[in-house]
């Protein structure tokens, strides 16, 4: 396909240049029109498309549920590690608690205790350390030890005295407690410049006596607010830190209620984000109903894939929350980045395709087309013309048909040029023949009639005229059939030749040979062609000149003037031969140049013409490039007109 | 005044007879023959005031027309005999050359074109012969 196609289509149209889209609309229907190829091409690729984008649209959502559900499936994962990690830090302080195996008895008093807690304060890591009576009463704080006497309402403490089992778990401690847990837990549980509760994980184990009573109940747990270092763990053994495009992949919080107290999220500036408050869709669900909630979320600053839980105290009331989220970013990307290979392999097989079917279509067509094009020529006459059989299907069958059929046109075409050839060699040769003995017949009778060979009677006169007129006929005859041998077998070539002069070369002799012929009819030639020179074959050219002054002899009226005349236009010349006598009928006049068209007896001889001189004439000045036609007034004159071009056609 | 000689060299005896007898009727001595070597023979041994000459040999072998009106121009004893060319071969041929001849062309005084008329002939003739 050649291309004019780079028109932009949708440009030409939203300019509203109504010539320019016409012309380009054209040239898209004509291109429409033209390709078979292109059209089959397209509705394949547009089928294809058709498949693709199902295809896509299914793999698409495949692959949605795919990430979805393995996202799912790490985030409950990740969870359970999460829960894991905070438990271990709860049963740490549990454990320690229980290796000591606290009695009261004769040896170990309450004062050994208070020492024994003392020296391993530092080791267990946690902020608060106390000791209660079996009433609740506190009697003594490790890290506040002046403050005491105090009856907190302490979910722990109470279920171990209660239960007289170990506790452990979490609890909310109101801010009026905190206070009595010393500056530095005030400290931990102030955000946002203001006292809130706080969040305590840890161990109530009650002691007992060498007789089983309960005596004391020893508290020791951490307050979560503030307290970094698990959710940094977390944060670090869930998703090892992983940094994805400067942000951290993983995060952990630890929400009081629905408050951020602990966390891994950081701010642009690299603070931790305490202090905000999650969603009121998750606090919703997670909170009120105590449904975990897995899903999108926006965290802070950007989207996040989450999951929270709700954190229980040992009553089974929800507190807060446990959260850990993964960037959505890296799937996303993951997703673009799968989604574009995807294209790109669609794409590949597309183009591959389309070269496939263009090539597999190419063949088609590329028959069909060149079936078509050598249909044309044999049309036009080209028969020498084959098809190259591309395929070996029934299209190929078509293409050697096609090519036996074209091979027997050519044959029987072949045989019929040379049957014509010989006739026309014959009849050139027959012609020219006849022209020896005419030559001789024609001097004798002439020789005769015209008293060189002594005088004649009357009869014999009218007799000797009678054999003249039949010769001259003859003669007429005998050239004309030459000429038409040498027109029918293609030999007519023109051999120009420059600054021909018309009047001298050409007209002169012809006036010399007819002269006689004129002065019998009493007729006057004049020649007004003088000094015109041209470029034309001048042999040719005579020939021209002798059938038309020849005819304005035999149809001129006796005494009648015939005149040659010429007129010089601005690309051609025109020459003119005139007689006067009856003319040319008008619905003759178009019917003159004709092969065999014989219109009007020749009123001295009462035969007809040959009617081939104005068909030599015609296909004369046709190969000088010009034309050639009659004028006439029926009954007055008649007037033939020809032109040859000032360059000779060239 | 003697009677002037013409020669007429042509292949086509019925026509030589014809202008034979044509010529001889109006007062020519007219010799002939039917083959160019003979006609050159004639025209260096006889000196004819004239020659009729066709062009076309189609019989015995020998130069054609053309041939034999240079070889008669270029020998010294024949070069001023005036050749008249008489012949129905221009047609056949499409032979290139200009209608009223000229010695550069053809070294003749002219072409006339078979089949000719006495006038025409006997015109000629006594335009070069005077």
């Not at chain 1, 909310?172 to 549980?189: A, D, H, Q």
């Not at chain 1, 989604?339 to 597999?360: D, Q």
């Not at chain 2, 008489?86 to 041929?93: A, L, P």
Request: proline share 3%.
């Amino acid at each position: 396909m050649e291309d004019t196609s780079n028109f932009n289509l949708d440009w030409c149209w939203k300019r509203g240049d109504k010539v320019l889209t016409k012309q380009v609309w054209n040239i898209y229907k004509y291109q429409m029109k033209q390709s078979l190829r292109s059209k089959y091409t397209i509705s394949i690729i547009v089928v294809f498309i058709f498949l693709i984008v199902a295809i896509t649209v299914t793999g698409l959502k495949t692959l949605n549920i795919f990430l979805f559900k393995q996202t799912r499936e790490r985030i409950r994962k990740n969870i359970n590690s999460a829960w894991l990690i905070l438990n271990q830090r709860k049963e740490y302080v549990e454990t320690i608690l229980k290796t000591f195996n606290f009695k009261i008895s004769g040896k170990t008093s309450i004062l050994n205790i208070k020492q024994r807690l003392i020296e391993i304060a530092p080791q267990m890591n946690v902020d608060i350390l106390n000791i209660y009576d079996r009433r609740g009463r506190v009697i003594f704080r490790v890290f506040n030890p002046f403050v005491l006497n105090d009856r907190p309402d302490d979910a722990l403490v109470k279920k171990a005295i209660n239960m007289e089992i170990p506790v452990s778990g979490f609890a909310l401690f109101p801010p009026s407690r905190l206070k009595k847990e010393g500056e530095r837990i005030v400290n931990k549980c102030t955000i946002n410049d203001k006292l809130i509760e706080g969040m305590f994980m840890g161990t109530a184990l009650p002691i007992f006596d060498t007789t089983g009573n309960l005596k004391y109940v020893i508290e020791a747990g951490i307050i979560l607010n503030k307290m970094y270092e698990i959710v940094d763990k977390i944060t670090e053994t869930v998703f090892v830190y992983k940094i994805y495009k400067g942000k951290r992949v993983g995060t952990a919080t630890i929400f009081l209620k629905d408050l951020r107290i602990s966390t891994s999220v950081l701010y642009k500036g690299g603070q931790r984000a305490i202090g905000t408050r999650v969603s009121r869709v998750v606090a919703h669900s997670v909170l009120t109903n105590g449904i975990p909630w897995t899903g999108r979320a926006w965290v802070v600053n950007d989207w996040y894939i989450t999951r929270y839980d709700p954190i229980k105290d040992v009553n089974g009331k929800i507190i807060g929350m446990l959260y850990i989220g993964e960037l959505e970013k890296p799937y996303k990307d993951l997703k673009i980045q799968t989604l574009s290979i995807y294209l790109v392999i669609i794409l590949i097989g597309l183009i591959a395709a389309f070269v496939i079917i263009y090539s597999i279509t190419g063949k088609i067509i590329g028959q069909v087309e060149e079936l078509s094009k050598a249909t044309k020529k044999l049309a036009q006459g080209d028969l020498s013309f084959r098809v190259k059989v591309r395929t070996q299907d029934e299209l190929g069958t078509l293409a050697q048909s096609f090519n036996k059929m074209a091979e027997e046109i050519e044959r029987d075409r072949n045989t019929i040029e040379r049957i014509n050839r010989n006739y026309l060699d014959m009849l050139g040769f027959v012609s020219h023949e006849l022209k020896n003995p005419l030559a001789s017949a024609i001097l004798n009778a002439y020789s005769l009639k015209d008293g060189y060979l002594g005088e004649l009677t009357t009869a014999q006169k009218k007799a000797i005229e009678s054999i003249v007129r039949s010769l001259d006929y003859f003669e007429d005859m005998i050239k004309n059939y030459l000429d038409l041998a040498r027109i029918e077998k293609g030999e007519l070539h023109v051999k120009l030749s420059e600054n021909v002069d018309v009047g001298k070369d050409v007209i002169q002799p012809v006036i010399e040979d007819l002269e006689r012929q004129a002065k019998n009819k009493n007729m006057i030639i004049e020649n007004r062609v003088k000094d015109v020179k041209i470029t034309c074959d001048p042999n040719l050219l005579r020939i021209v000149y002798d059938n038309l002054v020849s005819n304005a002899i035999k149809y001129g009226k006796e005494g009648g003037r015939i005149i040659l005349d010429y007129e010089i236009g601005e690309k051609e010349i025109k020459f003119s031969v005139y007689n006067e006598g009856k003319g040319i009928p008008p619905d003759r006049i178009n019917h003159l140049f004709k092969k065999f068209q014989r219109f009007d007896v020749e009123e001295s001889t009462g035969r007809k013409g040959t009617g081939l001189g104005l068909f030599i004439v015609k296909e004369i000045i046709e190969k000088h490039n010009g034309k050639v036609w009659a004028e006439s007034k029926y009954g007055e004159w008649a007037k033939f007109i020809f032109t040859i071009p000032k360059d000779g056609g060239e | 005044m003697s009677k002037k000689k013409i020669l007429v060299i042509d292949d086509d005896v019925q026509f030589v007879d014809t202008v034979k007898n044509l010529l001889e009727t109006v007062g020519y001595e007219v010799i002939y023959s039917y083959t160019s070597e003979e006609g050159y023979k004639k025209a260096t041994e006889e000196k004819p005031d004239l020659i009729l000459l066709d062009v076309m040999f189609a019989g015995p072998p020998g130069p054609d027309g053309f041939e034999l009106s240079r070889k008669l121009a270029g020998n010294p004893e024949t070069k001023d005999i005036p050749v008249i060319i008489i012949s129905g071969v221009r047609k056949f041929y499409n032979f290139e050359f200009s209608f009223e001849p000229d010695e550069y062309w053809l070294p003749v005084k002219a072409f006339i074109e078979k089949p000719v008329k006495p006038d025409k002939l006997l015109g000629k003739i006594k335009e070069i012969l005077g």
